[in-house]
Structures are given as structure tokens and as C-alpha cells.
């Protein structure tokens, strides 16, 4: 197994500092948030390279400017939450987040999984081209990532083990389920192992069974039977197939070759292959 539309925004800031005076609280939290900036790598976004960024990501612990935050609050919250370094109130867990990443050493996690000749956006790139670059990059855990897989049938369930630190893993392992006669589809589900909290979904799909059930019943006994095909699983718009899904008899077995495009995730990809084996074997 292997595991964007233009928009604008627009703050308004109306100063209030001759008004009232700030928290003690609020106000020691923006000085940690501005000495933060003061540090050579955290004057330019983090994604792009911008001067001066106002905002940040505080769950990857990142400073980014106003036109990479629209990219990022596009991935979704359960990927990089998007604050305001002088509008929101941060947390003393978020700040400590940013003091033990910060830009640098963020991108020297990220810059490791580029590929040869890949090349980051810039200030004056499009929405676009930043939108393409973090679908790329879109994981659960930018700093470790840690994935399984996890198959589920009716109440049965199977599992993976995890591969620790791995963007594209490969497990080439056996899991085993029994068909019921009552049978639904096969949920595939990629979780990112987490020691702290909860493990994160990275993705999820459904396997519809009952073309190959339909194959095994049509043609019999397959050691009878020379290597052919007996079916397909058809891409289509209600399932996740990146390709159509055939079934053939190889060596006496019935193989199905899956692709599947990941749901819930912005980018991610999972192939496997089924083998029916009868309860007699």
C-alpha cells in the first residue's frame, strides 16, 4: 500500500490604544509574539518570502503574510490554524509552539520533502501557484508523521503497523477480513500516529466488494480456470477509484488492483490489492 479559487482578504484594524490600556496578560503575550518576529527568520513568510508577516500558523508554528494565511485557511483548521499575531488571542500553549518551531527550522522540515528542481512561491506569486504548492505539502503532522492503515468490514477490523516518520510509506503486508454473507463496503481509513493526543485522520475511502463477489460467484473454482479477466470496478463519480479497478484470475487467484483517491484530505493516494481466498484454503 502507498499512502482553488481566487479569493481576497481584507482586515480593517481600528487602534484603540488611546482608548483603554491593554491586560498585563494580553500585553506579555504580543511582546513574546513581537520579539518572536524580531528573529532574522521569522521577518519574511515563512511560505513565500514576504517582508513583514502579520500573521501565523499556530498549530505548525510558523509566521506567514496575509496572502499565504487565505491559502492556508483554505486547507482547513484540522491542518494549519490561521491566526492574527495583533487581532486574536493566543493561547501561552500556541506561543510556546511558536518559540519551539518558528520559521527556520519549520522549513527546514518542509524544504526536506521537496523534490529536486521544486521550487517555493515568491511575494508576487498567484493564488494559485501558493494553493498548489501546500496541496502538496497538506499532512496531518507537518513536523512527524507517522501513518497506519486501518480496514474495517461490517464489525471486523484490521490494521497496519505504524511507519514511523514517512510521507510515502509502503507496508507490503497481508491484513485478512472474512465476507459475511451480509455484506457493505470495505472502509480504508490512514490515521497518523500521535503519542500525545489523539490519533489524526489523514484520509479515508470505500471499497466496493461486490464486484469481485460477483466475478467469484460467475466463473467458479478460479484454480480450474487459466489466468483472465472477470470483472471491473468502474471509476465513477460516487467512489474514489483514480482508475477503473480490474479483477482477474492470475495463478489460480482472484486479484483486484485498487487505486484510491483519499477523502478528507486535500492530496493523498492508497493502492492495494484484494485477493479472495476461499474458506476451504
Not at 55 to 61: C, L, M, T
Not at 156 to 177: D, F, G, H, M, Y
Not at 269 to 278: C, G, R, V
Request: glycine residues 4%.
Amino acid at each position: 500500500m502507498e499512502t482553488s479559487s481566487s479569493s481576497s482578504d481584507v482586515k480593517i484594524i481600528f487602534s484603540t490604544d488611546d482608548v483603554s490600556e491593554s491586560p498585563p496578560v494580553l500585553d506579555e503575550k504580543l511582546r513574546k509574539l513581537k520579539d518572536l518576529l524580531l528573529k532574522s527568520d521569522n521577518r519574511i513568510c515563512a511560505d513565500c518570502g514576504a517582508v513583514d508577516p502579520k500573521w501565523a500558523s499556530s498549530n505548525i508554528g510558523v509566521f506567514i503574510c496575509l496572502k499565504c494565511s487565505g491559502v492556508h485557511r483554505s486547507l482547513g483548521t484540522h491542518i494549519s490554524k490561521v491566526m492574527s499575531v495583533i487581532l486574536d488571542e493566543w493561547s501561552d500553549e500556541q506561543i510556546d509552539s511558536m518559540i519551539e518551531v518558528g520559521n527556520f527550522y519549520a522549513n527546514s522540515i518542509y524544504e526536506a520533502f521537496l523534490p529536486p528542481g521544486y521550487s517555493k512561491p515568491n511575494p508576487n506569486s498567484t493564488y494559485e501557484e501558493r494553493a498548489e504548492f501546500f496541496r502538496n505539502l497538506a499532512i496531518r503532522d507537518m513536523l512527524s508523521s507517522d501513518p497506519y492503515v486501518v480496514l474495517t468490514l461490517g464489525q471486523q477490523r484490521a490494521q497496519t503497523t505504524v511507519i514511523k516518520s514517512n510521507l510515502n510509506p509502503v507496508w507490503n503486508e497481508e491484513l485478512k477480513l472474512s465476507v459475511p454473507e451480509s455484506y457493505g463496503a470495505l472502509k480504508v481509513q490512514v490515521f497518523d500516529h500521535d503519542v500525545i493526543s489523539s490519533d489524526d485522520i489523514m484520509g479515508e475511502a470505500k471499497v466496493d466488494l461486490q464486484p469481485m463477489i460477483a466475478g467469484v460467484m460467475a466463473f467458479g473454482d478460479p484454480d480450474l480456470l487459466a489466468d483472465m479477466p472477470i470483472g471491473k470496478w468502474l471509476k465513477s463519480t460516487d467512489n474514489a477509484l483514480i482508475s477503473d479497478s480490474p479483477i482477474n484470475i492470475i495463478d489460480g487467484k482472484v486479484k483486484q488492483e485498487v487505486s484510491l483517491k483519499l477523502q478528507r484530505v486535500e492530496s493523498g493516494e492508497i493502492d492495494m490489492e484484494l485477493q479472495w481466498i476461499p474458506l476451504n484454503q
